[in-house]
């Protein structure tokens, strides 16, 4: 093995992780510019309901694990990255349909 070849491999696996954490970001990001924030000010909430300002840190740490799950399909090769392609455009073809 070349000396550079590793770290080269490493580097792009990186950028490639950090592409598909983007993306899953900007789709959380997108969904916060479309959705009304009172709308959820004016629910009756239970009394066992989570604090406002804990939804923020739960929606990026969610966005971002759905980034690392999509890298990790990644890296198995290229039978199964098909799924990064497939599952957002059934997803796309369901949202037309409504």
Do not use: H
Not at 53 to 72: D, K, N, R
Not at 84 to 91: F, K, N, Q, T, V
Request: proline letters at 9%.
């Amino acid at each position: 093995m070349q000396p550079n070849a590793y770290s080269e491999s490493n580097l792009r696996s990186f950028l490639i992780l950090a592409a598909l954490v983007a993306v899953s970001q900007l789709a959380g990001v997108t969904g916060s510019l479309v959705t009304d924030p009172s709308f959820y000010g004016e629910l009756a909430r239970p009394s066992w309901a989570p604090p406002p300002w804990l939804f923020a840190p739960v929606w990026v740490t969610l966005y971002t694990l759905m980034g690392v799950a999509a890298w990790l399909v990644w890296r198995t090769g290229p039978g199964r990255r098909d799924a990064l392609i497939s599952r957002p455009s059934r997803a796309r073809l369901r949202a037309k349909s409504l």
